[in-house]
């Protein structure tokens, strides 16, 4: 029934009972007045549940309590919807927040709105700095290019802001309506080894190349030679270049097959006997440079487990290298012997000795402390290097000391082959 139609009804059942009493007009406002009020007590319990926001709706007759109850399934369902949302959103801000690149929301061209613990770290932002332009605070040209750069995604690499030696990676991808999402990744790992790759590259040709010349240019002048002692001359020194492009090649190939097998498996390991591969050695050398005095102390018994071959390499870069780096001879002092659970190594020159600020770039590949002597001296630069991979597959480390100008001492241990009569330990 509509609202007018029953204020009719009502102001003619009121004028029948007031015409009861004679006076149908007075009963007739009379339950009007009473139906209006009632209404309006209705509609202002109504409005206060609205103000409420919250609760159950009051006792209501008619259309105004179904209007409540909708409205308070609407009201319940809606809440439901923004507690999943809220915690959604808790959810995405905790990913967010575990990250360990930087997150950053930019509104406009660059003004942050939002940034997480990595953007703090990375990129050392503070709280206050929200509502900020990132170009304020990052003076870099390559960024603000990047921020204006209009391209769909864009990226740059940077120095840290904190810490310069650290490389960031930033990348900024638009999202939304002028929005846009700075993502900034710690890559300073990578881009070292992409420096460390183009140097080796760099290193391993201009090895080459030198003795590649050498051969070329002899060659070139021997094309029309007739005077046998220079053809033989010239054919010696093609001869030396070849055989040092080779020994380059050699260490090479090892190195690379180091640096890609783990330790040696337990399977591949065998006993090796050190000491009188020393002892030959140094008999060899010793005929070869009687100039130089090997002193040997070694025990030709000790039994270590590894890779025969490898071992056997690292022990000769170390005496080869005591003979090549101590010019005007001296001795060349050996010991190999055993103390506590190991075998110890060390090879001691009286030669050139090494300058303090060099000791701990000594392994790296190509790194010498005199490049022209290094390769006079029939040095690839690579010897230490295969060294130091040798041992750290053995679960050992060079050890070096020198005084400049006196000699040096490389040493190593290894842990001793246990013996057939030991206590067998259980393995896990
Ligand atoms: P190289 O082939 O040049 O000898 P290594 O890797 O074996 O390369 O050694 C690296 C550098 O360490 C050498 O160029 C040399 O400068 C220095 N070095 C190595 N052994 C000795 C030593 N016994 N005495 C002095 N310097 C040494």
New binding site residues.
């Given amino acids: 029934m509509s609202g007018a139609l029953a204020v009719a009804f009502l102001a003619l059942a009121g004028a029948l009972l007031g015409s009861v009493f004679g006076a149908p007009a007075l009963g007739a406002l009379l339950v009007v007045a009473l139906q209006q009020s009632w209404q309006a007590l209705q509609f202002r319990r109504l409005n206060r549940w609205f103000d409420q926001g919250s609760g159950h709706p009051p006792v209501l007759f008619g259309a105004l309590h179904r209007v409540a109850w909708r409205v308070y399934r609407q009201r319940r369902s809606s809440r439901a919807r923004s507690r999943r949302l809220a915690t959604m959103l808790r959810e995405l801000q905790r990913a967010t927040q575990a990250l360990p690149d930087a997150v950053v929301l930019l509104e406009g061209e660059d003004r942050i709105v939002w940034f997480n613990t990595a953007g703090a770290t990375l990129l050392g932002l503070q709280q206050r700095d929200v509502g900020q332009h990132l170009a304020s605070l990052f003076r870099a040209p390559e960024l603000r290019a990047l921020l204006k750069a209009d391209a769909s995604e864009r990226h740059i690499e940077l120095p840290a802001p904190g810490d310069r030696a650290e490389i960031l990676d930033l990348r900024l991808v638009p999202y939304g309506n002028a929005r846009q999402l700075l993502l900034a990744r710690d890559i300073t790992t990578v881009a070292r080894l992409r420096t460390m790759r183009q140097d080796f590259v760099a290193n391993v040709s201009h090895e080459l190349r030198t003795p590649l010349t050498v051969i070329l240019g002899f060659l070139e002048t021997l094309k029309d030679e007739e005077d046998a002692a220079l053809l033989h001359r010239g054919l010696g020194r093609i001869q030396n270049s070849a055989a040092r492009m080779q020994s380059l090649v050699e260490d090479l190939l090892l190195l690379s097959k180091l640096d890609s097998d783990q330790a040696p498996a337990l399977d591949e390991q065998q006993p090796v006997q050190l000491g009188p591969f020393i002892q030959r050695l140094c008999a060899d050398l010793q005929a070869l440079h009687p100039a130089h005095r090997f002193v040997l102390a070694v025990d030709p018994d000790l039994t270590v487990p590894g890779l025969e071959r490898e071992l056997h390499s690292a022990v000769t ?2 005496v080869t ?2 003979l ?3 010019p005007d001879g001296g001795a060349i002092t050996i010991s190999y012997g055993a103390a506590e659970d190991s075998a110890h190594l060390s ?1 001691q ?1 009286e ?4 300058a303090a600020n ?1 000791l701990s770039r ?2 790296e590949r190509f ?5 022209g ?2 390769r006079e ?1 029939g ?9 130091k991979h040798v041992l750290r597959r053995h679960h050992s480390e060079l050890k070096v000391t ?1 005084t400049l100008g006196q ?2 001492r ?1 040493a190593f241990a290894l842990p001793l082959q246990p013996r057939k009569d030991a206590p067998e330990r259980a393995h896990g």
């Fill in positions: 870069n170390l290298n005591a090549r780096y101590s090879v020159d030669g050139l000795g090494i060099h000594l392994t790194y010498r402390v005199d490049v002597r290094s001296a040095g690839t630069g690579l010897g230490l290097a295969i060294v020198s000699g040096s490389f």
